[in-house]
């Protein structure tokens, strides 16, 4: 028996979270264990959203009661303090021999969102099943879950000293209205030219997730218990929360924890060193795409200011290049890290972060994956 699990027409071993809802999202009744599951279609996102979309098509009755399902415990997340980082995707098109004939965004859609939500609702009630008995009292049992520490108060002020510069207020005296402020100000940003550069910062504000043997909780998704059980193919974390789960599941004794604690921190460990992979290999590829458009003009957004250059960014492909001040010839700029912006000392002239500009592609360095541009007037 093969082990990809949405093949359809196939029995599939796998561990199941079953849970019966009423019209309002609320649990009616749940139950997690071993099952062979026998798949009878496969969407893609695609084919997903269109019937979410049209109404029309096999199943879409089906998938329109998940979808709204899905909304209300997205609003219930949000208004329980999750905060929303819906940033798009780079994703590439490759050839035969897998070289980038072209680069897009992808956009999270409602499809996205309406497995994003199930996920989420597994993973919770897996932790919360594992971490709390039938009087909602701690049982102390060993798990491993997925935490999220709260956010550093000074990266927090520095960003609310940030994002003011450009008109924006945040609000940080407590949890509750901090989550408030950062997704008032993820949505307000969206399509402006400082967008990317805001929320990323937002982003590297944050705490970074870990996992862990105690349940301390994860501030982003607004969670008091949450694991990851829901991708058992490609994170070993998963595996664990399995083999814990039926380790319960069959009324064994709680094991030690020293064992799980050295697994969820090698865990954590090798995300970290997969998450920089990713990013390296996005931009490896982002500079190979752009190595075919050498002396081309494109027009980007200034993305990032600093006593050197700036970078810019082309939103239709998310690539960033450098455009170093020595290389500006018209005059000699400065750097003024209050407005984020380079002045002509001569002429004036400024190129401010989020400002739209013309540039050509002059350089790209696959080694160090890199980019340079030249401004266009």
């Known amino acids: 028996m093969a082990f990809v699990p949405l093949r359809p027409n196939e029995d599939k071993y796998t561990f199941s979270a079953v849970f019966e809802m009423n019209d309002k999202a609320e649990i009616i009744n749940q139950w997690f264990g071993r099952t062979v599951t026998h798949s009878d279609r496969r969407f893609t996102y695609e084919e997903a959203q269109e019937r979410i979309e049209t109404g029309e098509g096999d199943l879409a009755e089906e998938i329109l009661v998940l979808d709204r399902l899905a909304k209300i415990m997205r609003e219930e997340r949000i208004h329980n303090g999750a905060i929303i980082f819906d940033r798009m995707e780079v994703r590439f098109n490759l050839d035969e021999n897998n070289e980038p004939i072209g680069v897009y965004m992808k956009v999270g859609k409602d499809s996205n969102h309406l497995i994003e939500e199930f996920m989420l609702l597994a993973n919770r009630k897996v932790s919360e099943y594992i971490s709390l008995n039938l009087k909602n009292e701690r049982t102390n049992n060993t798990f491993i879950y997925r935490i999220h520490e709260d956010p550093d108060p000074a990266k927090l002020e520095a960003l609310k000293e940030f994002v003011s510069t450009f008109g924006y207020k945040m609000n940080i005296a407590n949890t509750k209205q901090t989550t408030q402020s950062l997704n008032k100000l993820l949505k307000d940003v969206k399509g ?18 870990v996992y862990s043997t105690e349940p301390i909780g994860h501030y982003g998704l607004g969670f008091e218990y949450y694991t990851h059980f829901t991708s ?6 998963d595996v664990i929360a399995h083999r814990l789960l039926q380790h319960y599941l069959d009324g064994a004794n709680r094991p030690t924890k ?68 020595r290389d500006l010839t018209d005059d000699s700029y400065l750097y003024d890290a209050k407005t984020h912006a380079v002045y002509g000392m001569r002429t004036g002239k400024q190129y401010q972060l989020g400002d739209v500009v013309k540039i050509k592609v002059t350089k790209a360095n696959l080694i160090q994956k890199q980019l340079d541009f030249k401004i266009v007037e």
């Open 258 to 325: 020293w064992k799980w604690k050295n697994r969820a921190k090698h865990s954590s460990a090798r995300e970290r060193l997969a998450s920089d992979a990713e990013r390296d290999s996005i931009k490896f590829m982002q500079v190979k795409f752009m190595e075919k458009h050498l002396g081309e003009v494109f027009e980007g957004v200034i993305s990032g200011v600093a006593e050197f250059g700036f970078w810019v960014q082309i939103p239709e492909n998310g690539a960033e290049g450098l455009i170093k001040l």
């Open 192 to 209: 402006k030219g400082e967008e990317n550069m805001i929320e990323t910062l937002a982003m590297r504000s944050m705490s970074k997730a």
């Open 232 to 237: 058992p193919i490609r994170r070993y974390p």
